[in-house]
């Protein structure tokens, strides 16, 4: 215990010794290393490594090592090769540990970049480490060395090459922008570089306060008005620890600096519509004076001024235009169709000014009268009347104009010869007669008339009937439609008469088609007639005979042995066969002639299940089908 105690005691005061560094102390830090004016200097330097936690080495390096207790010198130099000898003793470790030694390195910059030499390995308690490294000239470098695993050791170095530089004075200072230099702008100043490769720190200044840069050249940018006083000296050493070895004579240059005079931009006329009329940086809605800044080259600031004149607005008259069918309005400028209506509609002509070639506009307004007619033929007071009937389909949009109507009647073989002059004529002769409808619209202080014309063919057809129209040929229990064209529609009877068959609609006399089921047997013909009885007479009766299939016996021995159970019925019904008749397919038809699908099943061996939906009451025709064969037997639904 004593003896530990006593190495503790010995291992103290050999640290002392070695720590008061001959010639000079060691920085904990880099930027703030004493600078040595060459290795001259630094040859036969001796020191310790510093028992304080301080890990500001530039480790690991080489892919080694770790920063403990770091101390930091700089030196300059001529450049070239250089060595630098470390000869380390009596280290010790103040935990405990086994020492190892030190670790060394040169790098160009404080944050560690451009590594000149390193060696991170530790040999261990007592030995000779040397570093190589090739230096320019005046530049400063770095000295660091750390104890490995915060070992502490006493050291001296030993240095070969590495004079001390020397600085010429320097050469002209020029700059970039001719003088004066324009407000805003920027310029760079350069002074020649050091012969022989030499890098010093170059400091530059702007009226006496210190600027950006250390090389021979400085970017120095000018925001305001006036005399400048930009200088420049080199020096080799540290300025920020006050470490210099040498400096040259400032060389200084007066820089003026003014804004550039304003430019005055052409005058500017400008069409009303452009408004607001951007010009640079200004929006201007109205004539005056307009001031904009700008940069020339991205850096020189002037204004540059210009006068506005807004012109009056052009509105142009109010048109009126009033068009019959196959008429369109079609702006003369623009060429543009406005084909519906307008109340007043704002129409714009660009570029229509002369001179200035600005939008003018006017006001339009257009009308379009339309309608749709028709002629009907009545029997009044025994008389036969044309009565024609109109509807306006014109589209006002909102406008109110005057409307004179009147009418002119005419027949094709005579049309310059005027009938009537109101909506109704009477005629008592077949012929083509037309009427004119003469429409004047006025609007404003415009006034159109347009003229529409209806025309209705009045033939023998209106006096007689043409035919009947339906089946000349057809079967007994079958049902058939019939019906006949007549042009005079209104309060008309229609008398129809039929021999073989029954007609099955209710009050036939107000129909101009009926629907007849035929059962004229044993007889194989019947006849439908048709007289048609108006207000003012009654026409000739036609007739139309029918052709009625005779079927054999067999057929008509099976057709009354069918029975429908139960008849009336609700749609729901039974078919009762003969024995071995084969049934192939069953249909509804109605009174009308359509056929309705049914569903049906063979509930026996001559019995059919047969099943509807919901139908109307009245008299249908079951349809049956046998093979080639077909038979219609009557349902009435209930």
Request: with cysteine.
């Amino acid at each position: 215990m004593r003896y530990s105690l006593l190495l503790v005691v010995l291992n103290l005061l050999s640290f002392r010794i070695f720590s008061q560094c001959e010639p000079v102390a060691a920085a904990e830090e880099c930027q703030y290393a004493n600078v040595f004016c060459s290795l001259d200097e630094l040859s036969g330097y001796t020191c310790s490594n510093t028992t304080a936690s301080n890990p500001t080495a530039c480790l690991p390096c080489n892919g080694q090592g770790a920063p403990h207790n770091s101390s930091w010198w700089a030196f300059v130099s001529d450049g070239g090769n250089v060595t630098l000898t470390f000869t380390f003793s009596g280290c010790y470790n103040p935990g405990g540990g086994t020492p190892a030694g030190v670790q060394m390195g040169i790098v160009r910059a404080c944050d560690c970049s451009g590594q000149v030499a390193c060696e991170p390995g530790c040999s261990g308690n007592g030995s000779t480490i040397t570093i190589n490294g090739f230096l320019q000239p005046c530049k400063i470098y770095y000295l660091w060395v750390d104890g490995c695993n915060g070992d502490v050791c006493n050291f001296t170095i030993t240095t070969s090459g590495g004079a001390q530089p020397t600085l010429s004075a320097l050469g002209a200072l020029t700059s970039s922008q001719a003088n004066p230099i324009c407000q805003g702008c920027c310029a760079d100043f350069t002074v020649a570089p050091q012969p022989g490769g030499c890098v010093p720190e170059y400091i530059w200044s702007l009226d006496g306060s210190q600027v950006g840069g250390n090389t021979n050249m400085t970017n120095i940018c000018f925001p305001e008005e006036g005399t400048f006083l930009v200088c420049v000296y080199a020096a080799i050493g540290n300025p920020s620890s006050g470490s210099i070895c040498s400096q040259t004579a400032p060389k200084c240059m007066n820089v003026v600096v003014a804004k550039k005079a304003e430019q005055i931009a052409k005058p500017r006329i400008v069409c009303p519509e452009l408004s607001p009329y951007k010009w640079w940086c200004e929006l201007a809605t109205t004539s005056g004076t307009y001031r904009c800044p700008f940069k020339q080259n991205g850096c020189c600031e002037f204004d540059s001024v210009i006068d506005i004149t807004f012109l009056e607005k052009i509105d142009g008259p109010s048109v009126f235009f009033i068009g019959c069918p196959g008429e369109i309005y079609i702006d003369s400028i623009t060429k543009v169709k406005f084909p519906q209506c307008n109340d007043r509609t704002i129409v714009k002509l660009p570029k229509s000014t002369k001179k200035y070639l600005c939008d003018s506009n006017y006001t339009l307004t257009t009308l379009y009268p339309k309608e749709s007619g028709d002629i009907n033929l009545v029997c009044r007071n025994d008389s036969l009347v044309l009565s024609a009937k109109f509807k306006n389909t014109t589209e006002f949009c909102s406008l109110m104009p005057m409307v004179v109507d009147s009418f002119e009647w005419y027949d094709t073989l005579n049309p310059n010869v005027i009938l009537g002059r109101n909506n109704e004529l009477i005629i008592d002769n077949p012929s083509v007669y037309c009427i004119r409808h003469l429409a004047s619209y006025s609007l404003e202080k415009t006034t159109k008339e347009c003229v529409f014309t209806y025309c209705i063919d009045v033939n023998r057809e209106y006096f007689t009937i043409s035919k009947i129209n339906g089946n000349d040929g057809s079967e007994n229990n079958k049902i058939e439609n019939y019906n006949a064209k007549y042009s005079a529609q209104n309060n008309v009877k229609y008398l129809w008469k039929v021999k073989g068959g029954v007609i099955l609609d209710s009050f036939p006399e107000t129909l101009d088609s009926i629907s007849v089921r035929w059962n004229n047997l044993p007889d194989t013909s019947g006849e439908i007639c048709l007289r048609i009885q108006t207000e003012c007479f009654t026409t000739d009766e036609i007739c139309k005979p029918v052709k009625l299939k005779e079927k054999t016996a067999l057929e008509n021995k099976l057709l009354q042995s069918m029975r429908i159970i139960p008849n009336p019925n609700d749609g729901n019904f039974i078919l009762q066969v003969e024995d071995g008749f084969q049934i192939s397919g069953l249909k509804l038809v109605s009174i009308d002639g359509k056929e309705i699908d049914i569903q049906y099943s063979k509930g026996g061996e001559n019995q059919f299940s047969i099943h509807t939906k919901k139908l109307k009451s009245g008299v249908y025709q079951l349809k049956i089908k046998s093979r080639k064969k077909i038979f219609y037997k009557s349902i009435v639904v209930q």
